[in-house]
């Protein structure tokens, strides 16, 4: 018998308050190497808060979350819903900066950054600055920035949103890639029911504010590709994830 | 190559031809206002004299601008940092920028002492240039992009990496359009600084200005102003130049 993969992003009963506003959990959840589970919810559900928690950005009031290396950094990579790059760097000097700051030198930060950006497709862009590219090719820029320091986790927090609909769906593509090539153990949060199904082993549906998770919908292991998303399996988890967050509706 | 417009070109001629002419036509005393010819004359007579005398102001005034970056720069980050700081001492600067210079001048020199003239001189001049340089620097340390700032957290940056990779590049283009006014502004405190001082002893321009006035040689006041209002432009040129260079 094959052993489960190893836990990569956990959480245990975390609470996250904001003064006296309860705004997530209680909430468990674990994520292990090699799998992407999606958080899909309503607007100010706490899901933004979650991952923020478990990248290390904020405290929780109770209960424990954790991101595990595994040989890699301990920081896990994060793709925030801004491509927040530094518009005086270069494409390449921006994803180098989480090497930069944790003082690999420069000939390797250079040399990794290039590897990271030609991961994403963008090997001919390392000295455009960031107001010369396109919103896509930016998030592109964004995620070679948060796999650089080679990662065990990576966390998104609705990243492509704001993209088209075939860029997007390069982008889940890049994710997905990733995710298979490096183990990774994928987080990744969006409001789109379409995504949440391409790309997610599981889904969890989160309930409105203070967020729990409500209801955890797996998603057959096949080939993401085009004929999935034509297939009854596909249909059949968008109609199951739909259910849950329709029946949020009604009882608010 | 840049193209250069030749219309202010022209213009400027035109007005110095007429300047020429209408002088010369209603034969105005030259004591009340010399005609271009006069003026270019008076330059190349005397500038043996206004030449030194312009070096000496230049200095006087870069040596300013460069006290008043650093030091912007520094109070600046001081109150970035401490913002209770900023409170409370964030009104009384800027009484001080409001009150005219001239009116602090006398103190100044009375503190200074008569006989240090140039001391008298920079701080009055670092008085009037450091507020650009604080507020614009000020400004661009508070203009760091939140999603950039949660990032260099995420990675645990350090204050110092902080400093250099995050807020000083976002401040640079505030900074520099700070640096640009002040540029102007110490030429003219120390023109003022200069005029109040009343002495000689630095041998800036502005007192060969107010010679030249009390000897009736319009010209060679002329000549001084115009060489005050080439330095204003060189310094306004070279700034130009260097935020071309950080844009690009």
Redesign the interface.
Known sequence: MPTDPPIRLSAQQACVRFGTLEALGPIDLSVRAGECVVLLGPSGCGKSTLLAAL???QAVASGAVQADAAGGSD?PG?V?Q?P?L?N??TAQDNVA??L???GVDKVERLGRAQKALKQVGLATFSAAYPRTLSGGMRMRVALARALVNEPSALLLDEPFAAIDELGRRALDDLVLGAKRDQNLAVLFVTHSVDEAVYLADRILVLSPRPGRIMAEIAVPHVPRDPAFLTSPAFAEAAAAARRVLSAQLVAA | MNRIDIAPILAGLAMLALWEGLTRFFQVPTVILPPPSAIGAALVERGPLLLPAAGVTMGLALTALAISIGLGTLIALIFARVPLLERSLGPYALVLQATPIVAIAPLVIIWTGIENPRRAILILAVIVAVFPVLTSALAGLKAVDPGLDRLFRLHKASSTQRFLRLELPTAAPFLLAGIKTAAGLSLVGVVVAEFVAGTGATGGLSWRLVEAGNRLETATMFAALFLLALMGLALNAVLALIEKRIRA
């Open positions: 990248a290390g950005l920081i994060v925030f801004e927040n530094m005086w760097a900066l989480p930069a700051l944790a």
